[in-house]
């Protein structure tokens, strides 16, 4: 079982930046893949940005070019940072993991372990 936890989020302008982490601990292995979800109020989960399975970044239309996601995987961390962001970015942000092989890199049906999330608002 994996357990993962945000933190990072918070308040910023738009244009302003913020990276977000997701620690991973519980029985981790290197076979499992991770990405970040959002979800705003009255709208669905939206799959922000992961990695295929050549390891390769795959983003959300809506934030390619602004949002990068990293791993550390000796210290079992995953990363996203935001930069250039604007109101629309407004959500709570969850970071998943799925175990092997992926096909749809931002469907969350994908994913069997989420974390709780963080806030992160973004004023105009």
């Known amino acids: 079982q994996l357990q993962l936890v945000e933190s990072g989020g918070g308040s910023v302008q738009s244009g302003g930046s913020l990276r977000l982490s997701c620690a991973v601990s519980?029985?981790?292995?290197?076979?499992?893949?991770y990405a970040w979800f959002r979800q705003a109020p009255g709208k669905e989960r939206e799959g922000v940005a992961g990695?295929?399975?050549?390891?390769?970044?795959r983003y959300a239309d809506s934030v390619k070019g602004r949002f990068t996601i990293s791993q550390d995987n000796a210290e079992n961390m995953v990363y996203l940072a935001m930069n250039n962001l604007k109101p629309e970015d407004t959500a709570v942000y969850y970071c998943a993991a799925h175990w092997g092989l992926l096909e749809y890199v931002l469907e969350d049906y994908e994913y069997n372990h989420w974390g709780q999330g963080t806030q992160v608002t973004v004023s105009s």
């Open positions: 990695f295929d399975n050549a390891g390769d970044a």
């Open positions: 519980g029985n981790t292995d290197p076979d499992y893949v």
